[in-house]
Each structure stands twice: as structure tokens, then as C-alpha cells.
């Protein structure tokens, strides 16, 4: 009689951990091709992640030094699904001498469903993102040099994410 119960209960364990267990970031990996990005920035062309090559020559000397990333995983909406922050570039618009042909974006993979939830251009190449938590507030801190106060924090607030400039 002991066995049949002994199984049961490591039958509903199993049962409470499988239900319990949250998503890990592998299980929703976004894969952002060129075809991806063809779809979730229409407004710009011939769009990919940013890379350190990209950089000023003065900041890629820096970037390892600083452990500098150009994409980053959070939860700042609290949702408990991690949201893609990534950094990216229009070949187009810096072969055309725009403005604007860098960019920061977030999207969110729910359900098999990839949402885009912000999206900013931007003047000059962010160097490094990376993730601060004071107050209870949680923010993406964006860096435009190493080592310098050029920078911005997105952060999320009344149903939307904000982006704050230094």
C-alpha cells in the first residue's frame, strides 16, 4: 500500500513543479534575422543588431574593458516574460547619410507571438545597455560613451516605457 501512495505523491510534485515553473529566456529565444527585423521595423531598411565594429574606434577600445553589451534581457514591465532590449543599425540610412540610423528596440515573445514593444531612433551608436534596480524601480541604463554621463534609462511607468535623458 505504501508504494502506490509514494508514487502518487511524486506523481502530483512533479505535477505542481511542472505548473510552477516559469519560462527561461531559451524557451522564448527571438531569432533576429533580417527577416525578423523586415517585419518588426518596417520603417527602416536593410536593418540588423548593432555590432562593436560599429562603434567609434575610441569606444570598441573600451567595450571589453567595460563588459560592454549591445543586447539584453529583463523584465521591466514585470510580467514575468524577459523582453529583448536591443541595439541595431540601418545599413541603408548610414549609406544615405541619415540622421538617425541607429536605433533601440524591445520586443516581447509571448506565446509563440513576438511583440514589438518600443522603438526609438537614435543619433549616434548606444555603446552598452545594461540593467539597474534602485527604489523598486527596475531600468535599462543606455550608455552613448564609455565612461562618461552621455547616457538614458528606459524604464516602465503607467503602461508604458519611458525613456529618460541624461
Same mark, same amino acid.
Request: glycine share 4%.
Given at each position: 500500500?505504501?508504494?502506490?501512495?509514494?508514487?502518487?505523491?511524486? @506523481?502530483?510534485?512533479?505535477?505542481?513543479?511542472? #505548473?510552477?515553473?516559469?519560462?527561461?529566456?531559451?524557451?522564448?529565444?527571438?531569432?533576429? $534575422?533580417? +527577416?525578423?527585423?523586415? $517585419?518588426?521595423? =518596417? +520603417?527602416? #531598411?536593410?536593418?540588423?543588431?548593432?555590432?562593436?565594429?560599429?562603434? =567609434?574606434?575610441?569606444?570598441?577600445?573600451?567595450?571589453?574593458?567595460?563588459? @560592454?553589451?549591445?543586447?539584453?534581457?529583463?523584465?521591466?514591465?514585470?510580467?514575468?516574460?524577459?523582453?529583448?532590449?536591443? $541595439?541595431?543599425?540601418?545599413?541603408?540610412?548610414?549609406?544615405?547619410? %541619415?540622421? $538617425? =540610423?541607429?536605433?533601440?528596440?524591445?520586443? %516581447?515573445? #509571448?506565446?509563440?507571438?513576438?511583440?514589438?514593444?518600443?522603438?526609438?531612433?537614435?543619433?549616434?551608436?548606444?555603446?552598452?545597455? #545594461?540593467? +539597474? %534596480?534602485?527604489?523598486?524601480?527596475?531600468?535599462?541604463?543606455?550608455?552613448?560613451?564609455?565612461?562618461?554621463?552621455? @547616457?538614458?534609462?528606459l524604464f516602465y511607468q503607467d503602461s508604458t516605457y519611458q525613456l529618460e535623458q541624461w
Open positions: 500500500m505504501r508504494v502506490p501512495i509514494v508514487f502518487l505523491w511524486l @506523481g502530483v510534485a512533479f505535477s505542481l513543479y511542472l #505548473s510552477c515553473k516559469k519560462p527561461t529566456p531559451n524557451e522564448n529565444y527571438v531569432d533576429m $534575422t533580417a +527577416e525578423f527585423f523586415q $517585419t518588426y521595423i =518596417p +520603417e527602416m #531598411s536593410e536593418v540588423r543588431l548593432l555590432e562593436k565594429a560599429d562603434l =567609434p574606434e575610441r569606444q570598441q577600445r573600451f567595450f571589453e574593458e567595460a563588459d @560592454g553589451q549591445l543586447q539584453l534581457l529583463a523584465d521591466l514591465n514585470g510580467n514575468n516574460i524577459p523582453e529583448y532590449f536591443v $541595439t541595431g543599425i540601418s545599413e541603408a540610412s548610414l549609406r544615405n547619410h %541619415e540622421k $538617425t =540610423p541607429f536605433f533601440i528596440a524591445i520586443f %516581447e515573445r #509571448s506565446n509563440n507571438q513576438v511583440s514589438r514593444l518600443y522603438f526609438q531612433q537614435v543619433f549616434i551608436p548606444p555603446v552598452n545597455l #545594461s540593467y +539597474e %534596480e534602485n527604489d523598486n524601480t527596475k531600468r535599462v541604463i543606455i550608455s552613448f560613451a564609455f565612461y562618461s554621463g552621455f @547616457g538614458a534609462s
